[in-house]
T-cell receptor, first 115, second 112 residues
Framework: GAVVSQHPSWVICKSGTSVKIECRSL??????MFWYRQFPKQSLMLMAT?????????EQGVEKDKFLINHASLTLSTLTVTSAHPEDSSFYIC???????????FGPGTRLTVL | SQQGEEDPQALSIQEGENATMNCSYK?????LQWYRQNSGRGLVHLIL?????REKHSGRLRVTLDTSKKSSSLLITASRAADTASYFC????????????FGKGTTLSVSS
């Protein structure tokens, strides 16, 4: 159990377009999901915390109007990168919290390349 | 934000040798976890140690935690070429349901 999926696994888009990334908890309900970004040869940096039915909480320096997060159900959170630019090219990883301490599970990540 | 440093940033060893990586963090934690990441791939969860534990073993992995020093170490014994990857520590704060905060990572290279 405790499987988290992401879709797509990779995407290439043109500068100026928007890209939507989905994060799903397949076999459990996740009241909270987290979105991380990882640039090449760097660590994971938390972007935002997504709670079902409420607005996401963004970390300092992350533009909420650029990275739209929707957590419409207990099994799905989406991250939309709006008007993507080459500097948004990165590895985006989500995690889902199952409800108890020690129970956060990561998705496999989505590699975004903006041309 | 990141919790702190990992030491060393890069480590190169021969197959069969042991590899030790260290992690420091800044705040009180509920648990500390170690992950492996192969180049361009997702995270693989290795081991979790709770704040009231001092040492934990899993196969060739040994993790220690010193909450007084806010530090942890990961020991990989009898390393293999397949252990080549980046290793990250991540901490969960005292309040359950908060995001994991990652260290900067150690890149391990094991040559055969």
């Amino acid at each position: 159990g405790a499987v988290v999926s992401q879709h797509p696994s990779w995407v290439i888009c043109k500068s100026g377009t928007s890209v939507k990334i989905e994060c799903r908890s397949l076999d459990f309900q996740a009241t909270t999901m987290f979105w991380y970004r990882q640039f090449p040869k760097q660590s994971l940096m938390l972007m935002a915390t997504s709670n079902e039915g409420s607005k996401a909480t963004y970390e300092q320096g992350v533009e909420k109007d650029k990275f739209l997060i929707n957590h419409a159900s207990l099994t799905l959170s989406t991250l939309t990168v709006t008007s993507a630019h080459p500097e948004d090219s990165s590895f985006y990883i989500c995690s889902a919290f199952r409800g108890r301490a020690d129970e956060q599970f990561f998705g496999p990540g989505t590699r975004l390349t903006v041309l | 934000s990141q919790q702190g440093e990992e030491d060393p940033q890069a480590l190169s060893i021969q197959e069969g040798e042991n590899a030790t990586m260290n992690c420091s963090y800044k705040t009180s934690i509920n648990n500390l976890q170690w992950y492996r990441q192969n180049s361009g791939r997702g995270l693989v969860h290795l081991i979790l140690i709770r704040s009231n534990e001092r040492e934990k073993h899993s196969g060739r992995l040994r993790v220690t935690l010193d909450t007084s020093k806010k530090s942890s170490s990961l020991l990989i014994t009898a390393s293999r070429a397949a252990d080549t990857a980046s290793y990250f520590c991540a901490t969960e704060a005292n309040q359950a349901g908060t995001a994991l905060i990652f260290g900067k990572g150690t890149t391990l290279s094991v040559s055969s």
